[in-house]
């Protein structure tokens, strides 16, 4: 009887040294891809709630006026380009003046 109790502890203790690893590497894994997914969810927030830097609103601002070209008829094309050259000279002026009041300064 000894025998068959030692032989069942035995492979009780086999199957826990077996188990206990996986389960350790499982729960560390799936701590880790919760952290990245809460990371990612809060660089979403943040870009939502209008965080984000100048370039992005500006680039963001860019991806619309486009998304709206390739939507509208083909007669608006040429005026909403021409719009968007207008804007970007506009952007240049306000640049150039500005670098010009401050080497004035």
Do not use: W, Y
């Amino acid at each position: 009887m000894d025998g068959d109790l030692l032989l069942i502890f035995g492979f009780v203790l086999v199957t826990l040294m077996i188990v206990f690893p996986f389960a350790a590497f499982m729960h560390k894994r799936n701590v880790a891809h919760e952290e990245r997914k809460l990371e990612l969810l809060a660089r979403a927030e943040e870009a939502k709630n209008g965080d984000g830097s100048a370039d992005f609103r500006k680039l963001e601002e860019r991806v619309r006026v486009l998304e709206r070209i390739a939507t509208d008829s083909k007669q608006d094309l040429a005026l909403q380009i021409e719009q968007l050259r207008d804007l970007q000279e506009i952007d240049d002026l306000t640049a150039n003046a500005t670098s010009n009041r401050e080497t004035a300064r």
